[in-house]
């Protein structure tokens, strides 16, 4: 059974074209959170979410916006695509009413800029 | 700001072998800190996590440290195997729970020769 599922594993788009990442948890977490791994490996948060509500905005672009119609779900939604925006995108979730609880990775969305 | 430091980012040694990676934080005000692994073309997987209040931690031939007035923490293998050929990345959560936001080392990818 896959615990966080993220579609697409690979994409391939025009500068300036808009895409959208998906994200679904069946472990029945209630929060969950998107991270950028740049060409060099390193991996950063971008959004987190509890519960449908968005705790954590960190100084990403207004280009990318995410949206969690539940909190089984948790989609990235990214505008006018740039060259610097290729990358790994992780799903990550995680039990947000009980501390100190590991958080659970997708396998990744490998997006390329042409 | 928080920043992780994971030094050498690069490792290899023969089968066997005991090893020991380091991570090292700026600041000591941490809920916990977690260490994953990371295979290539895959997410991160937890290996372990150690509360604040904790000084240790251990999975089978893993065990991880916590040094948190020192900033240190390190995850010993014993007794080293190729299947243990992967990146390792330490992150510490600033917050708990819903609020939870990792901050990430850049990763040691270890090469374990048979």
């Known amino acids: 059974d896959t615990a966080v599922s993220q579609t697409p594993k690979y994409l391939v788009t025009q500068m300036g074209n808009d895409k959208s990442i998906k994200c679904e948890q069946n472990?029945?977490?209630?929060?969950m959170y998107w991270y950028k791994q740049d060409s060099k490996k390193f991996l950063k948060i971008m959004f987190s979410?509890?519960?449908?509500?968005?705790?954590i905005n960190e100084t990403v672009p207004n280009r990318f916006s995410p949206k969690s119609p539940d909190k089984a779900h948790l989609n990235l939604h990214i505008n006018s695509l740039e060259l610097g925006d290729s990358a790994v995108y992780f799903c990550?979730?995680?039990?947000?009413?009980?501390?100190?609880?590991?958080?659970?990775f997708g396998d990744g969305t490998r997006l390329s800029i042409l | 700001k928080q920043e992780v430091t994971q030094i050498p980012a690069a490792l290899s040694v023969p089968e066997g072998e005991n090893l020991v990676l380091n991570c090292s934080f700026t600041d000591s005000a941490i809920y916990n800190l977690q260490w994953f692994r990371q295979d290539p073309g895959k997410g991160l997987t937890s290996l372990l996590l150690?509360?604040?209040?904790?000084r240790e931690q251990t999975s089978g031939r893993l065990n991880a440290s916590l040094d948190k007035s020192s900033g240190r923490s390190t995850l010993y293998i014993a007794a080293s195997q190729p299947g243990d050929s992967a990146t390792y990345l330490c992150?510490?959560?600033?917050?708990?729970?819903?609020?939870?936001?990792?901050?990430f080392g850049k990763g040691i990818t270890l090469s374990v020769r048979p």
């Open positions: 990550a979730s995680s039990h947000g009413r009980i501390p100190n609880q590991p958080q659970h």
């Open positions: 150690i509360q604040s209040s904790q």
């Open positions: 992150a510490v959560d600033a917050y708990s729970g819903a609020n939870s936001k990792l901050t």
């Open positions: 472990l029945g977490h209630d929060t």
């Open positions: 979410y509890n519960n449908k509500e968005l705790i």
